[in-house]
Structure formats: structure tokens, C-alpha cells
Nanobody
Framework: VQLQASGGGLVQAGGSLRLSCVAS????????AGWYRQASGNEREMVAY???????GYADSVKGRFTISRDNAKNTVYLQMNNLSPEDTAVYYC???????????????WGQGTQVTVSS
């Protein structure tokens, strides 16, 4: 699976960003997809996931602020991030696979990720 994440950048606290991730080399529509982040010095954590049927789940820290969505025709998963805070600063990654692996962050290979920096 090849993953290309984009859309990161520098934003002020309270601002918004929309991340995109294009997946190739897999039947995207049959798989779940997730967004993850890794802040400097921290382990990678799951932020949000979306199942093949559209069922969504979020980390408590982003509920009500982030929205995950997918476009199967474009093999793309999105993460709309609103009301950003400095605590959201991290490299954001996406991945695609069976739901149990997506929710458990069980992947050996990752794409390059996209940097999100939120200034106070």
C-alpha cells in the first residue's frame, strides 16, 4: 500500500486545516482507514478512523473538533480539523487496512506523513 498524506501546515490556535491521504495498491473501498499523529518525543497515536461502511471513531482529545471522511471514488481519506490547539502539533499519518489493525495502529509500514504546527 502506498500512502500520500498532504494538507498540513502552520496555523494559529483556533484555526482549521483539512488533511488528505490518497491510498494506492489496495482495494480502498473494502478497507478501513485511519488518521494518526506523532508529536515529538511521543508515541504514534490514533486520532480517528472510518470503516468501510462509514462508521467513525475518534480519540477523546479530538471529539467534536475533527471529522474523518472518505471518498472511495478517489481512494482518499480526509481529516477536517477545526478549533486547533498547540497540543495538536504533530506529524499526521494515514493508513489503510482491516478495521482491527486500523483501530489498534498495527502497521509495519507508514507513509511520510504531513506536519501540522499550531501556534499559540
Amino acid at each position: 500500500v502506498q500512502l500520500q498524506a498532504s494538507g498540513g501546515g502552520l496555523v494559529q490556535a483556533g484555526g482549521s486545516l483539512r488533511l488528505s491521504c490518497v491510498a494506492s495498491g489496495t482495494i480502498f473501498s473494502l478497507n478501513s482507514a485511519g488518521w494518526y499523529r506523532q508529536a515529538s518525543g511521543n508515541e504514534r497515536e490514533m486520532v480517528a478512523y472510518i470503516g468501510s461502511s462509514g462508521y467513525r471513531g475518534y480519540a477523546d482529545s479530538v471529539k467534536g473538533r475533527f471529522t474523518i471522511s472518505r471518498d472511495n471514488a478517489k481512494n482518499t481519506v480526509y481529516l477536517q480539523m477545526n478549533n486547533l490547539s498547540p497540543e495538536d502539533t504533530a506529524v499526521y499519518y494515514c493508513n489503510v487496512g482491516p478495521l482491527n489493525r486500523v483501530t489498534a495502529t498495527q502497521f509495519d509500514r507508514w507513509g511520510q506523513g504531513t506536519q501540522v504546527t499550531v501556534s499559540s
